[in-house]
């Protein structure tokens, strides 16, 4: 699809085998595990690391991951010809070979900004949509980092891209998308596709698989310290607005002020001193005013920047905005 582009560059970074037969009575994941799952009577297995959430008495919660860092996909075929979309579907259009220049870039810049960090045990998590361009940003992003940096991979359908339809017609797209601007772009349905709203609800779903991989460390070994590690989700523009819609609770009005990250960058969510993920850790005013953040969405980053997991920011700008009558009874006091 074409897009509005626009490009983030970073603000100065902060300092901070073998198997046993199903019907064994216990099965090890390979030859030289150490720990084997018991199978009782009634089937249910044990899992150590889904422990440390339950026994928070006794064990810390693993760290939170340093950054969580949204890439779009590298330049598509479709983004230089939409007529590929009357051809091939949505989910098998690959990459340009700019395409591919550019997520490679990507991921030279984000080894460059982890490396900045001074610290020498860092790593590297993946999630990415499953549609093939996403696929192929990710085998070229990854081009950088050695086998030892990668923690590992996930494959995610619910990053994928916002449904327009099978098999598009040019000229029924064309008008579909100047009626969503007049019905409203998080709202309007594509026939027999989505709406952003509905893109909402899957990454919703998405947001609580990712708050309870953290949760229990499934990036690292169970009993693991690592701080330094990084997850890099790699999806599609829309999919990404709303993400982080859905994360800092943006309101609809807000989203459809964004505007979509150019192909091949990536925005930046970095923990902030209290432990939550925010913007201004790493981008500057003026990239994220670009990126379509007002001045209520700004002053929430910057609250972002020092609030603790948990934390509820009671002095919400967006209150002011929201109920216009508190404005008025602060200029009469």
Known sequence: MANSYITLSPASPLKLSSQKPFGAKSIQCCDNAIRTIKHSNNGHARFPEKELSKRSDTIVRPPRPRRIILVRHGQSEGNVDESVYTRVPDPKIALTDKGKAEAEHCGKIIRKMIENDGVDDWKVYFYVSPYRRTRETLQNL?????????????????????????FQNRGQMRLSKAVRMLYG??????????????????????????????????????????????LVIVSHGLTLRVFLMRWYKWTVEQYEGLHNLGNGNMIVMEKGYGGRYSLSMHHNEKELRKFGLTDDMLTDQDWQKYARPGELNYDCPMMNSFFTHLEDEHCKN
């Open 142 to 166: 990854a081009r950088p980092f050695e086998r030892s940096r990668i923690a590992g991979l996930r494959e995610e359908p619910r990053l994928r891209e916002q449904d327009f339809g099978n």
């Open 185 to 230: 772009r998080f709202f309007y349905r594509f026939p027999s596709g989505e709406s952003a709203a509905d893109v909402y609800d899957r990454i919703t779903g998405f947001r609580e698989t990712l708050r309870a991989d953290i949760d229990i460390g499934r990036f690292q070994p169970p009993g693991d310290r690592n701080q330094n590690m990084n």
